[in-house]
């Protein structure tokens, strides 16, 4: 079934491909239309047919009609998908190098998040990232995920002693929870309102965003703003499809996509700023934990449980480290 989808998705993009004597190429997103990335994504292809004069244009696929994102990951490796949004939670286990950005705590704050990825590390990361087909020429903010719950504000990492909280189905995540003394629970995110309502899990952790438009306000009233997870989406593209243009082009490429980025960017920022107002109104919460130094200080066995199964982590976290 798997291998028919992705086929069929890459006919679809080899169909979209071949409507062009020039340099057309498919893009894949997950998100719907009007999302932040989204958007960003729309602009980044239309502007850089533009300012190529068409020698590079594309069709982008919103709400993930080629395939979920390891199907898309596939079939930017084989040069059928050209560009992407990529949420880079899941990467890791297609490219564990990716892997860094979801170590919890692993960036101070959104600003640092971008400061370090839009210098020589986020290059290294690309760079590091190439051999398996695909590059990122650009970082996207995916929004910092925080500790939501319907029993009590979480001010100190004792306050997670022994609630239970849904997770993401990643082992840093389970780990990240366990070392704080929570029990972690990993389940569908379609399960978690209903969850959340009759007392299956206390928490979850997510962006002001997701827990405005997954109407998980309505059954948690205490959202604190723990921030352990700072996970950047990648602007991504095929290394066939970037080999394949021209220096010119390249410098075009990148110029649009860095375009992109502070467009998404500043999306975000208020959509955010808007999620955070309608939860509040609705009665929610929020509340800054009293010093994000102590959840961090438990994070060492998460840390090298994680450098142990990819070595290369450890001089990431040290590039990030220098970085203030």
């Known amino acids: 079934m798997k291998k028919t989808l992705i086929a069929s998705a890459a006919l679809a993009a080899g169909l979209a491909f071949s409507g062009s004597a020039l340099s057309a190429w498919t893009g894949w997103n997950i998100h719907t239309q009007n999302y932040p990335i989204s958007d960003a994504l729309d602009s980044f292809i239309e502007n ?32 059928s998908i050209h560009f992407a949004g990529f949420s880079l939670e899941p990467m890791g286990t297609e490219i564990p190098e990716t892997n860094i950005v979801s170590l919890p705590f692993i960036f101070k704050d959104v600003n640092h998040m971008y400061r370090v990825m839009d210098g020589p590390f986020g290059k290294r990361l690309s760079n590091d ?6 590059m990122a020429i ?25 609630m239970k909280f849904r997770v993401m ?22 399960e978690v309102y209903q969850s959340l309502k009759t007392g299956v899990v206390d928490g979850a952790e997510n962006n002001p965003p997701s827990f405005e438009s997954s109407n998980h306000y309505e059954v948690a009233k205490y959202y604190s ?21 021209s220096e010119e082009d390249k410098v075009i490429v990148q110029r649009e996509a860095d375009k992109s980025v502070a467009m998404q960017r500043e999306l975000w920022a208020k959509r955010v700023k808007a999620s955070r107002e309608l939860a509040e109104k609705a009665g929610v ?23 142990k199964a990819t070595p290369i982590l450890a001089s990431y976290i040290e590039d990030i480290k220098k970085v203030d």
């Open 138 to 162: 650009g970082w996207y903010d995916a929004g910092s995920r925080s500790f939501y719950n319907n029993t009590k504000p979480i001010s100190k990492p004792s306050d997670v002693n022994g």
């Open 225 to 245: 703003m723990s921030n352990h997870l700072i996970i950047p989406e990648c602007l991504c593209v095929s290394t066939k499809a970037w080999n394949s243009l």
């Open 48 to 79: 850089v047919e533009e300012a190529t004069d068409g020698r590079v244009s594309g069709n982008l696929y919103h709400g993930g009609v080629l395939g979920s994102q390891g199907d898309a990951i596939q079939m930017m490796q084989i040069g």
């Open 129 to 134: 990232m190439a051999p398996s087909g695909i």
């Open 285 to 307: 919460k929020f509340n800054e934990v009293d010093d994000p130094k102590a959840f961090s200080d438990l994070m060492e066995s998460v840390y090298e449980k994680a450098i």
């Open 169 to 190: 189905n990643n082992e840093l995540y389970v780990d990240m929870v366990a070392e704080l003394g929570g029990n972690a629970t990993p389940m569908a995110y379609s």
